[in-house]
C-alpha cells in the first residue's frame, strides 16, 4: 500500500542550529502539505504545495522556515535557526489534489535543547 | 470560540463499550474528516464524509449537515483503539484548508 514517507523519525538538535526534514508524498499526489504539531493541540498547516509551487505559506514564519518542491515530488522543509519553542511533530501529507483527502506519513519529531 | 468544536476532550472506557465522540462546528463546510492519531505516531485518515453515514470495521460517522455535528462511534471497542481522535472540516472558502479539532483522547482498558 502506498505511503508518505518522512525521515528522520525523530530528531534532537540544539537551539540555533539548522535541521532538515524530508517527505516523499504517495506517487502521483500533486498536492503536499506541511503541519506542525504542538503536544496537545491540532495539526497547524505551515505550507500547502501544488506540484512545484507555494499555495500556501501564510502561516510559515519565513524569517527562519523554508520549504521546497524542486521537481514537484518529494519536499525539504528548513529551520535556519532552531528555537526552543519549534519542538514539535512536523507532519506531511499529500493529496491528489487541494480538498481531496489527505494522506499523513509518520511525522518527524523534533527536540531543540 | 473555536470553529470546530470536540467532546469530550478525554475519554476513558472498559473494553467492549461502546464509544462516541462527538464535533461540532460553526461554519459551513464540503467535507468532514474523522482522523486517528496513536501516542507520538502519525495520522490516519479514518473517513471523510459531507452526508450520511460510513461504516469500517467497528468503526461508524456520521454527519448532520443540517445540525452541523458529527459522530464517530467505535463498537466493541478494544484496547488497540486507544488514541486520540481528531474531526477536521474543509471550509468551503477557496484554498480548501483543513480546520481542525482539538481531539479526544479516548483510553480503553482491559
Known amino acids: 500500500e502506498a505511503e508518505v514517507a518522512q525521515s528522520p523519525r525523530y530528531k534532537i538538535t540544539e537551539k540555533s542550529q539548522a535541521v532538515a526534514f524530508w517527505c516523499d508524498p504517495i506517487?502521483?499526489?500533486?498536492?503536499l502539505y506541511w503541519y506542525r504539531q504542538i503536544l496537545g493541540q491540532g495539526p497547524e498547516l505551515l505550507v500547502q504545495f501544488q506540484d512545484e509551487s507555494v499555495v500556501d505559506d501564510s502561516q510559515l514564519p519565513k524569517d527562519r522556515f523554508s520549504a521546497e518542491r524542486l521537481k514537484g515530488v518529494d519536499s525539504t522543509l528548513k529551520i535556519q535557526p532552531a528555537e526552543l519553542g519549534d519542538s514539535a511533530m512536523y507532519l506531511c501529507?499529500?493529496?491528489?489534489?487541494?480538498?481531496?483527502?489527505?494522506?499523513f506519513g509518520p511525522g518527524t519529531r523534533l527536540t531543540v535543547l | 470560540k473555536n470553529e470546530v468544536e470536540q467532546s469530550p476532550q478525554n475519554l476513558t472506557a472498559q473494553e467492549g463499550e461502546f464509544i462516541t465522540i462527538n464535533c461540532s462546528y460553526s461554519?459551513?463546510?464540503?467535507?468532514l474528516h474523522w482522523l486517528q492519531q496513536h501516542p507520538g505516531g502519525g495520522i490516519v485518515s479514518l473517513f471523510m464524509?459531507?452526508?450520511?453515514?460510513k461504516k469500517h470495521g467497528r468503526l461508524i460517522a456520521t454527519i448532520n449537515i443540517q445540525e452541523k455535528h458529527s459522530s464517530l462511534h467505535i463498537t466493541a471497542s478494544h484496547p488497540r483503539d486507544s488514541a486520540v481522535y481528531i474531526c477536521?472540516?474543509?471550509?468551503?472558502?477557496?484554498?480548501?484548508?483543513?480546520?481542525w479539532g482539538a481531539g479526544t483522547k479516548l483510553i480503553i482498558k482491559p
Open positions: 477536521a472540516v474543509r471550509g468551503m472558502d477557496s484554498n480548501y484548508q483543513l480546520i
Open positions: 464524509l459531507s452526508s450520511g453515514k
Open positions: 501529507a499529500s493529496s491528489t489534489g487541494p480538498g481531496n483527502e489527505q494522506f
Open positions: 506517487s502521483g499526489h500533486a498536492t
Open positions: 461554519v459551513g463546510i464540503s467535507a
